[in-house]
């Protein structure tokens, strides 16, 4: 007779000392773990729920602005560092890990229009409505000392945007014609026009650092290449974009802010369709910018709310919105991909999460790998109707749900008229227009 | 494509050199230099690619320079996984890929089934180091395993092994129901009198013993060994591991049988009066109360792959029922005469029942069909499966273990074993080689090689585990409690596509839009220049396309009909490999 009967040493399962941890054989045998699909997806609702539990985005709010925050501009060296400009012509740089404003400076009279860094960080430049280009040093003045700008650059015009080149000390304003100057000279090394229009914003293309586009108050959106001396093309649309940004990663792509409540994603060579029509806000977007790592974008509304997109979807994620907030002007993504800043009409500039849920802090390691298995479930379980519910829901303040369902209900409206237009009509003649190709008016090259 | 290995062998200068045994340094030295050395690690890069075969034919040729002794790697790449591990750890097959236009989810699709595929490998190498082997018992020559006494065993094996063999003498409120906790550890036994105790039966402590004056019908752990339900004569009852009763829960009443869904944390109870109830044990709500409506309910077992109860009745059917429809899901007409037992695997692929009529019957309950049926002189009292599929049946006051029932024919038991009253309850002890007998005279613990599973996972059932592992599993299961909505008899519908509602809601779309967004587009040929877009030219475009369309219509029904064709022929194959064979009546046969 042979035999063997299962005989298991406790010391092989059992920890030595109580300094020890615990003994966790495993055994990965599909038929010793029942019911895995079912357990999976209870996790997965419980981490979705846990995430609305955590979401908690508002971090904090910096005062100090005696008017509106009209622009704002992120250091391009320093994580913690932001520069803000408000409606009274005042320029204020914070520290934001202190979360107190460092300096304060008057930079010009009226707005100041435009703000931007330069890319080594040590000086910034502002434009404002009293037609001047300042560059200012970055450094506090010493004890003593008074805040004068480095440069003083008076134009004919009044400026509205203003950016900065990558690499070269070069820059571009616009107002009533896009101008290129060179940081040594007072006048333009090249200016674009392209039929009597006003801009709103220029911004240069961070990949191909020559290209730079420009949002017209004609509804159009110009490409330019700085070393050409007229323009590229542009696309002209149902109504006017207010800014414009391009994807850090992907510099093929911008989106663009516009007026009739949408933001639209294109793709630099097609410009005859948007890529993408990002539709949630109920009313004009003002600002927009990208996250560092190009997949999501924030935008800034005249709704009162701060709302964030991925790039390649049709609607928002998340939206943020507070009590106090008024009509948000300016919207950054920090370059850390952690944090939003929103300047509004109510003179507060706040920090928020971009993640609403997410821990700060350094994470154990843990704590990170759990936390990764549940980003994983929910991802698998998304479209799982209680899932989706969950993560869907958001409270909005009561005009924005009114608002949103009175646009829901018009659109309704206008398509099911279109419908009927085309049942009664000979076929063909009615062609259906997709949502895209519905808000360009046409190409000019 | 070159084949690198002769390249290596014609260009390689080291070898004809014969240098004499290699220093770390100078070896190192001479990768920088030439490029024919990194040449060659860069072909034994791909040669990693290629397949194990090949590799195996050219192992001889290559020499490795890698290695100072000059020796060349006999097991090169990564070690070789047994397929049959392999094919253990796979969820589902490869699903088709896309066709090109759908290019994001292809990627999607295509990352995720690497991922499953590398999880699934690191799965089963992971099992190659398991600790422990499970048991086994053989017999010599001419003697069968099923005359070797339980004393033989007990003493042939180590001390501690030979301790679980025991006997409890019990003789004044038997008979004996029992249950073991989901690790193993403990043993709840219910006497029919009024006997409840509870052991931990390893090291033989007593954790409480109690009278509850009352008959008891069934006694069940709980998730925990915590806390144990008692059915009794009028209500049921839940008591603490100390004895002291917890519950008395009055909506359930007359409870006969009962079992614990420890994943649904549900205690289903059947009684009496036809009732089968559900009881969420965490939140002390009644899930489900349905109405068989089909007389006293005395055999139950659950499904542990998908938590279904089967009942078994006295018209000889079995039924399958969910806490969410009040109807049977699945009724199986199995004995003449009524149902004595029922019991279903681990992977919820067979069931086993036994009959008034004597027959032991094993049934496939994926396709549900009968796959064996066995006569039993004395017929089965009490069914009970291990955890590696061993079968016990009590028959009177014999008890006998079965191996292999469902794949080949049984013609004698594997273990045999005689117990001093008659069988009450059987139940094997999960993680051990143990079976414990209930019987009208106490308590037998008997030995059963090969029984238990030898590895445990530690997160899901320990038997080693301390209070505080306890506790912390505890919550753990709780917040991973699945709703009682989910029970059904395919566990891993959840996880497929929901095509009826994606079309449900497709419909809605073309509803709501006036047109089929996912329509084909119908052809429109394009404006050509020089004459090339004549009416007639058009028209031979148009029809060209149409051809292509009419073509891959064609190719894929006649791909279709080969299909069919070759599972014909394989289906009249094996029917004429079945008919060779002879059967018992052909001698009958002029």
Not at chain 1, 135 to 142: A, D, F, I, L, R
Request: glycine residues 6%; charged residues 30%; hydrophobic residues 30%.
């Amino acid at each position: 007779m042979k035999v063997k009967v299962l005989s298991r040493n406790p010391d092989d399962y059992v920890r030595e000392t109580k300094l020890d941890i615990q003994r966790v054989p495993r055994n990965y045998d599909p038929t010793l773990h029942p019911f895995e699909v079912s357990r999976e997806y209870t996790r997965a609702l419980n981490a979705t729920k846990l995430d609305r539990v955590f979401a908690k985005p508002f971090l904090a709010s910096l005062d100090g602005h005696r008017d509106g925050v009209n622009c704002m501009a992120k250091h391009t060296t320093s994580l913690s560092t932001l520069l803000s400009g408000s409606c009274d012509g005042e320029v204020r740089v914070w520290n934001l890990s202190k979360r107190e404003c460092g300096r304060t400076l008057q930079a010009h009279e009226g707005f100041v229009r435009g703000m931007v860094v330069r890319f080594c960080g040590t000086s910034f430049f502002t434009v404002g409505d009293d037609k001047t280009i300042k560059q200012w040093k970055m450094e506090t003045p010493g004890y003593g000392e008074e805040e004068e700008p480095l440069n003083t650059i008076l134009g004919k015009t009044v400026f509205t945007g203003l950016d900065h080149h990558r690499k070269d000390a070069v820059f571009a304003t616009c107002g009533q014609q896009v101008d290129i100057w060179d940081e040594q000279r007072s006048s333009p090394i090249r200016s674009f026009t392209w039929g009597v229009d006003s801009f709103s914003s220029v911004s240069f293309n961070p990949v191909e650092t020559e290209l730079l586009a420009s949002c017209a108050s004609d509804r159009s959106i110009v490409l330019y290449d700085m070393r050409e001396s007229a323009p590229l093309k542009k696309v002209i649309m149902t109504m006017r974009s207010n800014t414009l940004c391009w994807n850090p990663m992907e510099a093929y792509y911008f989106t663009s802010s516009n007026e009739d409540y949408n933001l639209y994603t294109y793709d630099m060579r097609y410009l005859d369709r948007p890529i993408t029509v990002h539709m949630d806000h109920v009313s004009a977007v003002l600002d927009v910018d990208y996250s560092p790592t190009g997949k999501e974008f924030v935008s800034a509304s005249f709704d009162k709310t701060v709302r964030i997109f991925p790039k390649d979807g049709g609607h928002s994620r998340e939206v943020y919105h507070t009590k106090r907030m008024q009509h948000v002007i300016c919207v950054k993504w920090s370059a850390d991909n952690k944090y939003i800043l929103s300047g509004s009409d109510e003179m507060n500039i706040r920090l928020w999460k971009a993640n609403a849920s997410e821990k700060l802090g350094v994470l154990a390691p843990r704590e990170r790998e759990s936390r990764n298995y549940s980003q994983k479930l929910k991802e698998k379980f998304q479209h799982h109707p209680q899932i989706r519910r969950i993560t869907h829901h958001r409270h909005l303040p009561k005009n924005v749900y009114h608002q949103s369902k009175e646009l829901r209900i018009m659109k309704e409206a206008r398509r099911r008229k279109e419908r009927n237009v085309r049942k009664h009509s000979k076929p063909g003649t009615v062609p259906v227009v997709s949502e895209k190709a519905k808000h360009v008016v046409t190409v000019v090259k | 494509m070159a084949v690198p290995g002769e390249a290596s062998v014609d260009e390689s200068h080291v070898g004809e050199n014969k240098t004499p045994p290699g220093r770390y340094w100078k070896e190192k030295q001479e990768e920088g230099k030439d490029g024919q050395q990194t040449e060659q690690t860069l072909q034994q890069k791909k040669k990693k690619k290629q397949k194990a075969k090949k590799r195996k034919q050219k192992e001889d040729q290559r020499d490795g320079k890698k290695f100072i002794s000059g020796k060349s790697d006999p097991f090169p790449g990564p070690a070789p996984i047994p397929e049959d591990r392999v094919q253990k750890f796979k969820r589902k097959d490869k699903i088709k890929k896309p066709p090109h236009q759908h290019y994001k989810l292809r990627d999607v699709i295509a990352r995720s089934e690497e991922a499953s595929e590398m999880a699934q490998k690191q799965a089963a190498r992971f099992d190659l180091l398991l600790p422990e082997d499970a048991g086994f018992l053989e017999g010599d020559e001419d003697e069968d395993t099923c005359t070797i006494s339980q004393e033989d065993i007990a003493g042939a094996v180590d001390i501690t092994s030979g301790a679980k063999y025991f006997n409890l003498k019990l003789p004044q409120f038997g008979p004996y129901r029992l249950d073991y906790s989901k690790t193993g550890r403990h043993l709840l036994l219910g006497g029919r009198r009024g006997h409840v105790s509870c052991i931990d039966w390893q090291s033989k402590q007593l954790m409480c013993e109690i009278n509850v004056m009352e008959s008891v019908n069934d006694v069940k752990w709980l998730h925990s060994e915590t806390m144990y339900a008692v059915a009794q004569k009028k209500w049921l009852y839940i008591y603490d591991s100390n004895g002291i009763e917890l519950h008395c829960i009055r909506k359930f009443n007359d409870v006969l049988r009962m079992q614990f869904l420890p994943y649904h944390f549900l205690l289903a109870t059947a009684s009496a009066t036809s009732f089968l109830q559900y009881l969420d044990v965490s939140v002390g709500k009644e899930v489900a109360a349905i109405c068989t409506k089909t007389g006293r309910l005395d055999v139950m077992c659950q499904n542990p792959h998908n938590a279904i109860i089967h009942l078994g009745h006295h018209n000889g059917t079995v039924t399958l029922w969910s806490p969410n429809q009040k109807e049977a899901l699945v009724k199986m007409l199995c004995h003449q005469g009524g149902v004595r037992s029922v019991t279903v695997d681990k992977t919820g692929t067979y069931m086993v029942t036994s009959g008034m009529d004597k027959k032991l019957k094993v049934f496939d309950i994926r396709t549900f069909k009968p796959l064996k049926s066995y006569f039993l002189p004395a017929g089965a009292s009490s069914l009970s499966l291990s955890q590696r599929g061993l079968l016990s049946a009590a028959t009177g006051d014999i008890v006998q273990v079965y191996r292999d029932v469902w794949s080949t024919p049984v013609t004698k038991p594997y273990m045999a074993h005689r117990v001093r009253g008659t069988a009450w309850g059987l139940h094997f002890c999960p993680f051990e080689d143990v079976l414990g007998v209930g019987h009208g005279e106490g308590f037998t613990s008997m030995l059963v090689p090969g029984a238990g599973e030898p590895n445990f996972d530690g997160l899901d059932a320990n038997p080693y585990r301390s209070a505080k592992q306890r506790q912390e599993w505890e919550v753990k299961a709780l917040l991973e409690k699945i709703q009682p909505e989910l029970i059904s008899l395919d566990p891993s519908e959840l996880g497929r596509v929901d095509h009826a509602t994606f079309e449900q809601r497709h419909q809605d779309r073309v509803q709501a839009l006036g047109f089929d967004p996912l329509a084909k587009e119908k052809f429109v040929p394009k404006y050509k220049k020089k004459g090339r877009s004549s009416a007639g030219n058009v028209e031979k475009r148009k029809k060209q396309v149409a051809h292509e369309d009419q073509r891959d219509v064609i190719r894929k029904t006649v791909e279709d009909k080969m299909k069919m064709e070759k599972e014909k022929k394989q289906r009249e194959k094996k029917a004429a490999v079945l008919s060779n064979q002879r059967s018992a009546l052909d001698r009958f046969k002029k």
